[in-house]
């Protein structure tokens, strides 16, 4: 039996004035994958993420999670289906202690995956070394306590499909395969990642499939292997299509 | 036991040492005791400075915990006094009267709030944009109110009496007591005390730390799934009804109240008072509510024609030099210097 789709978008479009942030896009994500976002600066990752969380609307098209059409909810509502967005610039509270930061996600509804959940979240908390007790406030943290702080408070709400934007952005090479490395335990737990990447040893390293966007359209989707060793896709990263 | 202890000592607020509680109940108990040595006009005034409390609470609540700011706040203040007085007016002689009163005070003004936070939050206005449009409802506000003067501007047998104002409001009285003179004092202070400390406990609540993670950062509180436009309404909601008990507890101290009591210069002051002692603290606010009133009535009875003036003034060296507020910056430099021990006991 073919694994269920979590995550679909139907012909999405997106312009801002003359520029096209996202053209015609069709993407299937399955339950429990994880997958890689890759392209260019200015391909559309970003905005792609900010109509799937739905902090901005799509122009036309339509997304469905977990089958349910969500294409005009609100984003509060979309957390509620399980849908968790860390950002690509560090966005934890930093007026807030750690404690009251894990506090802070809405507490999840008890469902069949909620001890999943739970698990993640306190696998998350032991491998990142954060306390849930900590008063230090956010802002004393370092950069990589930061993000990973960021992560946790996503899985705290016990998401059944993750989104991270540059989840690596700014850490040392031992920090990012930490952080690789929890990303593919929790993966393997059966969450749904979808990353968007620059850092391309680090998708080497964590992603089953990864779909390169270039001038807001979807260019390449692929394994791996695949995508790596496509010229297309290498020319576009060098600027020749 | 042990939560409400938690709830009310908690980070939301200044103040967590042993010495500070001390202080604090040392300064209650004198507030207490003060009638005992004044005359009743003295209490009188201190009452007038103490019923500007809540009003100043709602804008440290709204301002400074939610990072809403409203220059208009006191229309609830006038919403609710009005209908105090227009209730209470019309039950002459009732004894329920004037707890009728109040009740239609505080309801009205919230369900007012309701709406225009409705429409504010739910529609996403900008931050920006919300002290203008709260501006202008204070203003519109008084314009109508000035114009009602006139027996046709009546409800029952209660004239709404344009920019003469509406006299005659009785005082509160619950059964036979009657709420006048020192009861009156005493009936304030309560009511400050009361809010001071639910406002702590509700700050320190989980509640309150989601309307300061909506503060801090909208977006990521809302993509950890929270309707940041119901919290804000709702917090605006109870900043109006703050603001509406400050209107209810001024008609009943000065028995009238006056359209002007909805205009500029009055929808200016509680945004003073709650920037000179630090938006981010309820006992600031408190404080600088009670110094800021005094310091206006002391140098207007003395005759001094820039009270105003200098109040302004104090704001604007307030933002220069002390941008969290006179007394935040002075309680965290005492912070500092305390000994390790003693700073540590929270």
Known sequence: METPIILETCSLNKRFGGVTAAENINFKVRVGELRCMIGPNGAGKSTLFSMLCGIQGADSGQIFIAGREVTRMQAFRRVKLGVGLTFQTNRAFHELSVRENLAIPRAPVKSAGSEAGAARFAYALEVFGLDPKDETRAAELSHNQLQWLEIAMVLAAHPILVLLDEPTAGLASDETSRTAAVLKHLNSTGLTIVVVEHDMAFVKEVAQTVTVLHQGQIFAEGTVAEITSSEQVKSIYLGRA | ?346
């Open chain 2, 1 to 346: 036991m042990k939560s409400i202890v938690h709830l009310i000592g908690g980070e939301a607020d200044i103040g967590h040492t042993r010495w500070f509680w001390i202080g604090l109940a040392v300064a209650i108990v004198l507030l207490f005791f003060y009638p005992t040595q004044v005359s009743s006009f003295r209490a009188s005034n201190v009452a007038f400075y103490l019923l500007n409390v809540p009003l100043g609470l709602g804008m440290a609540l709204l301002w400074g915990y939610c990072g809403v700011l409203s220059f208009g706040h006191v229309a609830y203040f006038g919403i609710a006094g009005y209908l105090y007085g227009i209730i209470a007016g019309n039950m002459p002689g009732n004894p329920l009267g004037p707890i009728t009163g109040m009740i239609g005070g505080l309801v009205g003004c919230g369900l007012v709030a309701a709406i225009f936070g409705y429409f504010v939050f739910y529609a996403r206005v900008q931050k920006w944009i919300i002290p203008i449009l709260t501006l202008v409802f204070t203003l519109l506000l008084e314009t109508f109110l000035g114009q009602t003067a006139g027996y046709q501007w009546r409800v029952g047998s209660v004239l709404l009496g344009g920019y003469n104002g509406m006299t005659g409001i009785p005082w509160f009285q619950l059964g036979g007591l009657v709420f006048e003179g020192y009861a009156f004092y005493y009936f304030c202070l309560v009511i400050v005390i009361a809010c001071y400390f639910g406002l702590r406990m509700l700050m320190n609540s989980r509640f309150g730390q989601v309307t300061i993670a909506i503060r801090e950062d909208e977006l990521r509180a809302e993509l950890l799934g929270y309707d940041i436009r119901a919290r804000q309404a709702a917090i605006f909601v109870l900043s109006a009804m703050l603001a509406g008990l400050s209107g209810l507890l001024y008609v009943q101290w000065g028995n009238y109240i006056t359209p002007s009591q909805v205009g500029l210069l009055q929808a200016a002051l509680p945004v003073v008072w709650t920037a000179v002692g630090g938006r981010t603290s309820l006992l600031a606010v408190v404080i600088s509510t009670l110094v800021l009133n005094w310091l206006t009535y002391t140098l207007s009875s003395q005759g001094n024609q820039y009270a105003m003036v200098i109040i302004g003034a104090l704001l604007v060296v307030t933002m220069m030099f002390f941008p969290r507020g006179i007394v935040v910056m002075l309680a965290e430099t005492i912070g500092r210097r305390m000994p390790r021990r003693t700073r540590a006991e929270t």
